[in-house]
């Protein structure tokens, strides 16, 4: 049942009638609406050539309508693409943009404009660098800018103290430790969620020239057997999950400590995204968690590594060429 559908049946049941309550007296410009059921329903509808941007209904409640009309838009402004720190996403045929800033920066203006057909409806914003914003503790709700892929079949879990199942997950974030009241993200592994399903959670894109650096993350993996897995990827926009080689897997229980990975990010021609992919294996009682993720500097461990693989690397070049 659809918010429409539900609104008609709960008047039809209540008897309420808004008689023409609501003023009608907006103007949807390259546009029109109709009123129906008795005046407190409008339904909107746009010129030939425009795309209609916002709800296609609205209902009246007392002297109030529940949503305001949508604009009526279409293309002709100019063009606008994606440029160094700023991502530009275009939808209705290049009427309406929508903007994201990279990782370390912070996002001036509107993050979504439309185009009435020569002007777009605010200037274009810009992105402006922030200092040590390439760390994330999870502690506030909009994750700093990680987000939950509509692909996956389920949405990481944000938490605070123990996870729902007993027996499972961790029972306080790292940031904060056992006194404190932090947050982290973790797969839920109950019903209704499935074997083989998965939850999958990117980053906010990073430029390539933040590449050549080390991703650090925490990790919790406690539970009965080897139920869940955890992936981790660095993924380029426009590849398949199906072909990309993890850079750390798990799926055992690692105990009720919380556990330190990161790995060295070679350097990239294009901006990229950290994607963590947590799958559902073969029940409910294994919850994963991830907290404190940041892009940066390598510990010293892993430069060490770094440069044994780039004179390994050099050696075999050399040896070829003799």
């Not at 309420?16 to 009123?35: K, R, T």
Request: aromatic content about 14%; charged content about 20%; hydrophobic content about 30%.
């Amino acid at each position: 049942m659809n918010y429409l559908t539900a609104i008609l049946i709960f008047n039809a049941w209540s008897g309420y009638e808004s008689a023409y309550s609501c003023p009608l007296d907006f103007v949807i410009q390259h546009g029109q609406y109709n009123v129906t059921t008795n005046g407190y329903i409008l339904l909107f509808g746009c010129d030939k050539g425009f795309f209609l941007y916002g709800l296609r209904s609205a209902v009246c409640f007392g002297t109030v309508w529940s949503n305001p009309p949508p604009k009526c838009i279409t293309n002709g402004c100019p063009k606008v693409e994606s440029a160094g720190a700023i991502s530009v996403e275009a939808n209705y045929e290049g009427s309406q943009l929508s903007f994201r800033c990279a990782a370390g920066f912070e996002l001036i203006g509107n993050d979504s404009i439309h185009c009435n057909g020569s002007h777009w409806s605010a200037p274009i914003p810009k992105c402006v660098e922030k200092r040590g914003n390439l760390s994330c503790d999870f502690e506030t709700k909009d994750l700093c800018g990680w987000s939950h892929d509509p692909e996956g079949d389920f949405d990481w879990t944000w938490e605070t103290g123990t996870t729902p199942t007993q027996g499972t997950g961790p029972s306080y974030d790292h940031t904060l430790g056992p006194n404190g009241q932090g947050h982290y993200l973790f797969i839920e592994t109950s019903a209704p969620n499935k074997n083989g399903y998965q939850a999958i959670l990117k980053s906010p894109f990073y430029m390539a020239d933040q590449s050549g650096q080390c991703f650090s993350f925490w990790y919790h993996s406690y539970g009965s057997g080897f139920l869940s897995k955890l992936e981790v990827f660095v993924w380029k926009e426009g590849e398949k999950k199906e072909d990309l080689t993890p850079r750390f897997t798990l799926d055992y229980v690692t105990g009720r400590e919380w556990q330190n990975e990161n790995f060295y990010i070679p350097l990239q021609n294009e901006p990229f995204k950290i994607m963590f992919v947590g799958t559902r294996l073969k029940g409910h009682k294994h919850d994963i968690a991830i907290d404190d993720v940041s892009l940066g500097p390598c510990p010293v461990i892993t430069r060490l590594c770094v440069n044994v693989q780039h004179v390994s690397k050099w050696e075999e070049d050399r040896t070829r060429s003799l």
